[in-house]
Each structure stands twice: as structure tokens, then as C-alpha cells.
């Protein structure tokens, strides 16, 4: 025992003498900093005056190159740290400005949900005065004439005006010998109309894109930064088929397809249409191509307000493609809303454009999924283009085409093989599938890019850069540096060096991201 006691008393004094020295070589330290000795300027001089009486004209020479050298050196770090710490502060403002204005936004949501809470009690008590005077409940009161929808007055006002109008003027489109043309001339003739009458310009890519993309699905996502042209692209489509593109604003307080397509008022008997339902409606009157355009859809989340359209349209068979509007049909009801439901026509494709900031929710994979991703980041330059008229066009003839060039234009049995063993490779390396749906869409777009006047190659690398890589980002891309880099081999080996190059930049923005 005592010689345990004799070890720790000797531990416990060595340990404390370790610990004031430590803090005496500390504070020595900053003594003789404070007091000069560390730096002894004068003494610098005089040792440089002594040395320099011994000098040659070659000792001068090399000590203004070293001096001069040594100062640039001094300049340089100075402009370095000043950088870097100026690059510090901003980075610092930048997050608390972004926390600033999350916090901003969050309040601002919270003050839309108590604006809608009280508008919807403001609304409750407004129908239960109308309800009690029409049930009778000892007010003394009756609704008036104007509340009360008539028997034989339809509670859908503004589709029945759609009937109406399509009796009343029914069109048909009727092709001219000069709206005959293939794919690749579509693609010119439109890109010569719009900037002709339109003052509107894109390249033969971002069009080529577009055009195949109505080919493989009916939605399409027009994504990229404010001011390339997103919402002008399909408003020149509907210029250039001669049916105008209607254009829905989302509200950021869309949470259900009510927000939409509108509501049955169960006191009024009325359905509160949306402009939205009348362009859907309309279009089932129409013989050529109809576009809706719901700008800046990710104001709200598109799975909530847009569920029902992405699961609908999934159904293989397209008599299927029914809405539910109200749960029993009336005699007066339109004339195409059947038993209630409203069929979603084939010839109308929904077209959203997205802006990724603070400001917007991101689109989930099952919207990317079932539709066509179209990137916008640049405007096009100016283009001399000649006077041109719009096309005449059915969508029939349209669908047609596109199954035609389906049918001509086949991937060569080199590129599916090779595109089937990078399937395998993505499988292996990163756990993500290429899936039936993706196939299946890129076996409707590349044909159709190839006959606007790419090749398979260039059809092959959109798809896989904007269907597959885009769900790396959901990836620990931290540790997966290496996988990346022999992706890119991968790409090299199967398809060539010269091919794939947006895969491959997508892929180098990925290693940046993590």
C-alpha cells in the first residue's frame, strides 16, 4: 500500500510540474513578444550594414532580386488571407441572409395558413345563414331567387359555355400542301416562326427535345433559371399550331386538387370551375394539339394538387383517363362530363415550368418520373430567320408522325447492348434502376430525336442525364468519388470519348456537389 501511495503522490507532482511549465513557456512567450526580443529590428539592420561592407556588385544584385522576391512573396500572402477572409465573410452573410429568408418564408406560410383557416370560417358562417333559411330553421328569412340554382339551370356555367361556343363554331383543322412536312422540318419551320413573328428564339436542341418529349409523355417540366424562355416556349407552340397555350399561375396555397379543378358548393348547388378544368374541357372539342402550361409549378408540391392527373394518366388503357367531378350526373350537365367524370382528351399535354431557389419545393422523383425533363439554362441568340406562318396541324396527324419515325428509327444493336450493360454497371455500383417506365420512355424519345436530326447517341445521353443521374443527387456522393470516376470510364469504353458529354459534365457537377 505505501508503495502505491509513494507512485501516485510522485504521478500527481510530476503531472503538476508538467502542467506550470507548460503555461510559464507559454506566458514567456508572449513576454518576450510584447517586450521586442522575438523582434529585434534594429539588430537586423546592423547585421545587414556590417555584411554589406564586405559586398560585391554580384552580392547587390542577387540581394535586391531575393529582396524583391521576398517582398512579392509578403504581397502575395496578404492578398491571399485578405480573400480568403473576405470570402469567409460573405459566405458567413450569405447563410445568415438564407437563414433569414427561410425563416421569412416559414412565417409567411404560417400567415397564408391562418388567412385561408379564417377565410374558411368567415365562409362556414356565411353558408350556414344561407342554409338556415333555406332549411327553414325559425329565421324568418328565405335565400333569395339568386342563391338557388334553378332546375334546369346547370351548375357547371362555364363549360356549358364551351358547349355552346363548339356548337355554335365548330372547328376543323384543314392541312395545307405546305403543312406537310417531317419531323426535322417541324423543328425548323417552328424555330423560323417563332423568331420571325414572335421575336422568340430557340436552338434546334431545345425544340428537338420538346417535340420528342410530347412524343413520350404528356407532361413535360421545363426547368432552369429565370429569363431563358420557359413559359415562351410553349406559348410559341400554341401560336405556332394556332391554338393558344393556356397558362395557369400555381399559387404557393395549392395543397389539393380543388385548387385545380374546383369544388361542388353543396348549399349553392354550383361548381366552382377553374380556368384550368374549362382549358382541359375545351381541348376535348379540339382537333389539334392543346397546351396547358402551369407556371412556376413548384410554387406549390405538384404531388399534392397534381396527384390524381400523375396516377390517371399512368393507366395503359387511355379510356380510363377519367376525373371525378361530381359523384351524380344531371341532364343539364356539359355534354362530354360523363356520369360525373370528366375524360382527360389526348391531344392536350400539361407543361410545367420549374425555378429552383429557396422560394420553391423540389420536384420528387414521381413527378420527374412520369414525365419529360426539359433543361433551359441559356437564351438563345439571335436568329435572321424568314417570314413564316404558322402550321396546320390535327393531332392525329401529329401522333402519326410520331409513330411513323417510332417505327423507322431503331437503336443500332451495338447501342443497345452497350446501353444495357451501363444499366447493369449503375445497378451494381450506385443500386439504381433503369426500371420499365424509363425504358419505355426512351424508347419513344430517341427515335423521335434521331428523326429531328440528332443521332442516338445524343438521344441516349439526355435521357440517361436527366432520368437516371438526376437521382444520384439523392446519393451519399461523398464516398462515392470513386464509382463516379469509373462511370465516366464506363462512358468512355462503351460509347467513345466524344460521346455522352452531358453525362460525363452532370457527372463532374455531382463530384463538386459532394
Avoid at 105 to 117: G, P, R
Avoid at 244 to 269: C, M
Avoid at 350 to 368: E, L, P, Q
Wanted: overall charge negative; glycine content about 6%; some cysteine.
Amino acid at each position: 500500500m505505501s508503495g502505491f501511495a509513494q507512485w501516485y503522490v510522485e504521478f500527481i507532482s510530476d503531472l503538476w510540474n508538467n502542467i506550470c511549465e507548460w503555461f510559464l513557456l507559454h506566458i514567456s512567450i508572449i513576454v518576450k513578444i510584447f517586450k521586442g526580443d522575438w523582434w529585434d529590428v534594429g539588430g537586423y539592420f546592423d547585421n545587414l550594414a556590417n555584411a554589406m561592407g564586405s559586398w560585391n556588385a554580384l552580392d547587390y544584385i542577387a540581394f535586391i532580386l531575393v529582396l524583391i522576391i521576398n517582398l512579392g512573396f509578403l504581397v502575395l500572402l496578404a492578398v491571399l488571407l485578405f480573400q480568403l477572409i473576405k470570402r469567409y465573410v460573405k459566405f458567413v452573410k450569405k447563410e445568415v441572409e438564407k437563414d433569414s429568408l427561410i425563416n421569412e418564408v416559414s412565417l409567411l406560410n404560417q400567415k397564408v395558413v391562418e388567412l385561408i383557416e379564417e377565410k374558411n370560417k368567415i365562409l362556414a358562417m356565411k353558408v350556414s345563414q344561407i342554409g338556415g333559411g333555406a332549411l327553414g330553421l325559425g329565421t324568418g328569412v328565405e335565400v333569395s331567387a339568386g342563391a338557388k340554382k334553378k332546375d334546369n339551370e346547370s351548375r357547371f356555367s362555364k363549360l356549358i359555355e364551351v358547349d355552346i361556343e363548339a356548337e355554335e363554331n365548330p372547328k376543323v383543322t384543314v392541312m395545307g400542301a405546305d403543312d406537310k412536312v417531317d419531323l426535322a422540318g417541324l423543328v425548323d419551320r417552328f424555330i423560323n416562326f417563332s423568331a420571325s413573328q414572335l421575336k422568340l428564339f430557340y436552338t434546334k436542341d431545345i425544340v428537338a427535345r420538346y417535340f420528342a418529349g410530347m412524343a413520350t409523355s404528356k407532361i413535360l417540366i421545363l426547368e432552369g433559371i429565370s429569363g431563358t424562355g420557359k413559359t415562351s416556349l410553349p406559348f410559341a407552340m400554341g401560336k405556332f399550331f394556332q391554338n393558344s397555350s393556356s397558362i395557369i399561375s400555381v399559387q404557393p396555397s395549392w395543397r389539393d386538387r380543388a385548387e385545380l379543378l374546383g369544388y361542388l358548393n353543396e348549399f349553392t348547388k354550383k361548381f366552382n370551375e377553374t380556368d384550368f378544368l374549362k382549358s382541359v374541357y375545351k381541348a376535348s372539342y379540339s382537333d389539334t394539339i392543346n397546351t396547358i402550361v402551369l407556371d412556376e409549378m413548384n410554387l406549390a408540391r405538384v404531388e399534392y394538387y397534381f396527384a390524381e392527373f400523375l396516377s390517371v394518366m399512368e393507366m395503359p388503357d387511355i379510356s380510363e383517363w377519367k376525373i371525378d367531378l361530381v359523384p351524380t350526373s344531371e341532364p343539364v350537365d356539359p355534354h362530354n362530363l360523363i356520369n360525373g367524370k370528366l375524360l382527360i382528351p389526348q391531344n392536350v399535354w400539361f407543361v410545367g415550368t420549374a425555378n429552383k431557389d429557396d422560394s420553391t419545393f423540389t420536384i420528387t422523383d414521381k413527378v420527374y418520373d412520369r414525365a419529360v425533363a426539359i433543361s433551359i439554362n441559356k437564351k438563345a441568340e439571335f436568329i435572321d430567320a424568314p417570314y413564316t406562318e404558322a402550321i396546320s396541324m390535327p393531332f392525329d396527324e401529329l401522333m402519326d408522325m410520331f409513330k411513323r419515325v417510332q417505327s423507322a428509327y431503331h437503336m443500332s444493336e451495338q447501342a443497345s447492348k452497350a446501353f444495357q450493360e451501363l444499366d447493369e454497371f449503375i445497378q451494381a455500383k450506385f443500386k439504381i434502376a433503369f426500371g420499365n417506365r424509363i425504358m419505355r420512355q426512351i424508347n419513344s424519345f430517341v427515335p423521335v430525336y434521331m428523326a429531328c436530326g440528332f443521332s442516338e447517341f445524343d438521344g441516349l445521353d439526355y435521357m440517361l442525364t436527366h432520368k437516371i443521374l438526376r437521382k444520384f443527387e439523392m446519393l451519399n456522393l461523398t464516398f462515392l468519388k470513386k464509382e463516379l470516376d469509373e462511370l465516366v470510364v464506363k462512358l468512355d469504353t462503351l460509347f467513345g470519348k466524344e460521346e455522352f458529354m452531358e453525362s460525363k459534365e452532370y457527372i463532374q457537377d455531382l463530384k463538386k456537389m459532394s
